[in-house]
């Protein structure tokens, strides 16, 4: 596949221009979105005519996905956050929490396409699709956007190892969408076997992690195998390209990624929590933070497409650690740092001394003196009712990997 090789002109026009558009639109479906109860409840007292970029964005605040269970609870199904009735949607769904979602009347719902054309799907491929199409969205995800595109799809699902053979051997797909994990099963069975599985030649990969080893081997086999970042409320957030250099984000969503335990953005390469828009009208999101990390990629992608990049998943934003009886979370160190501006980086450090939980707060000062490490650790004691060390550390000293409370005790 060519490098310059994209599913349509929105992917490579001026960032600018994608930034216009999007903020354009935000408005209108931020004040659409105001019919339904649920943003009503939520957006308190927010003029949607005045979130035209984003820091206006920035001062909406933060939903959080491990919240959904509880408020779909008390307003089933979508907590009053869809502003249309649910016979509008095409296909209605379920995941672990539970969090209901549900599926638009679209040819392209989930962003899929563009994921799928980046990973060298075209019209005339055989894709065996092997997520879930039981309740949750995974395996719709996956097939809308290669049906979209022209191929032909195998709904397999999971597992049936044996009877999957027995598919690849009839259609002989050329394409795989999956979890890495399963697709290495299918083919060590397939060897095992004396079978052959050398018809699939590129992959599409999500939902579980894709080390460098299993990279390996798929490039061994002769397999192209590309990495999705999908969650059930927008799917495709972000996909690899044959640049290799991070995952391009979907058009027509807002990534922003934000300092664990508050709505803050922070700057561009720093990790911090994903939090996503979107701007779909019937079904809209407006900053749901997703309880993942990862960090924004300076400049573009080599293939040419335009919009920001994720540094891919870098682990979970939800720290909250139980010291001594007491829950502690990420949002009260973010409380510590806004008491004291002249501090950069915090991180919370939870250990064992003498049988007894310990916790020590590292925090990088420009100046480090007695006299601010008493006022931080009173600070620290008068935010989580806990008393602790404190360790001023020179600016730049702890790393930027988004934890702020690092819970050694697990180790």
């Not at 933060?62 to 979508?78: C, E, H």
């Not at 899929?112 to 990973?119: D, G, K």
């Not at 879930?132 to 022209?150: C, V």
């Not at 920001?308 to 007491?326: E, F, N, P, S, V």
Request: charged fraction near 20%; proline fraction near 8%.
């Amino acid at each position: 596949m060519s490098m310059t090789d994209h599913y349509d002109a929105a992917e490579t026009r001026d960032p600018r221009d994608r930034e216009t558009s999007l903020f354009f639109r935000l408005p209108r479906v931020l004040e659409a979105a105001l019919a339904a109860s649920g943003w009503r409840d939520h957006l308190v007292a927010i003029e949607p005519r005045t979130v035209t970029d984003r820091a206006a964005l920035a001062r909406l605040p933060i939903l959080r996905k491990s919240d959904l269970p509880a408020m779909q609870r008390a307003s089933l199904p979508f907590a009053g956050l869809a502003p249309v009735p649910v016979t509008d949607f095409a296909r209605l769904f379920t995941s672990p929490g539970p969090i209901y979602e549900a599926e638009p009347r679209d040819a392209d719902p989930w962003h899929a396409a563009r994921a799928l054309f980046a990973a060298g799907f075209r019209a005339g491929d055989i894709v065996l699709n092997t997520f879930s199409y039981h309740l949750t969205p995974g395996g719709f995800i996956m097939d809308s956007g290669a049906r979209a595109i022209g191929c032909a799809v195998i709904p397999a699902g999971p597992g049936n190892t044996e009877q999957q053979l027995d598919v690849i051997t009839a259609y002989r797909p050329t394409g795989y969408a999956g979890t890495p994990d399963f697709l290495n099963i299918l083919l060590e069975a397939a060897a095992a076997r004396g079978g052959d599985a050398g018809c699939i030649v590129k992959a599409l990969v999500s939902g579980a992690a894709f080390p460098p080893s299993l990279q390996k081997s798929f490039a061994a086999r002769g397999i192209d195998a590309y990495q999705a970042y999908a969650v059930a409320e927008f799917g495709i957030v972000a996909y690899e390209t044959p640049a290799r250099d991070g995952l391009v984000i979907s058009e027509d969503l807002v990534v922003e990624i934000v300092r664990p335990g508050t709505g803050d953005p922070v700057p561009d390469g720093e990790v911090g929590e994903v939090v996503v828009t979107s701007l779909d009208p019937r079904h809209p999101m407006f900053r749901l933070a997703l309880g993942d990390l990862s960090a924004i990629m300076p400049g573009v992608s080599a293939c040419g497409r335009t919009n920001h990049r994720l540094r891919g998943w870098l682990g979970r934003a939800d720290q909250t650690a139980k010291i001594k009886g007491m829950f502690v979370r990420p949002d009260q160190i973010a409380a510590i740092a806004r008491r004291h501006p002249e501090l950069g980086r915090l991180r919370l450090v939870v250990s064992r001394a003498h049988e007894l939980d310990a916790m020590n707060l590292r925090a990088e000062a420009a100046g480090a003196d007695a006299a601010l490490a008493e006022g931080i650790a009173a600070t620290l004691q008068a935010v989580t009712k806990l008393k602790g060390t404190v360790e001023l550390v020179p600016p730049g000293t702890l790393p930027n990997d988004g934890k702020v409370i690092a819970d050694e005790r697990l180790v």
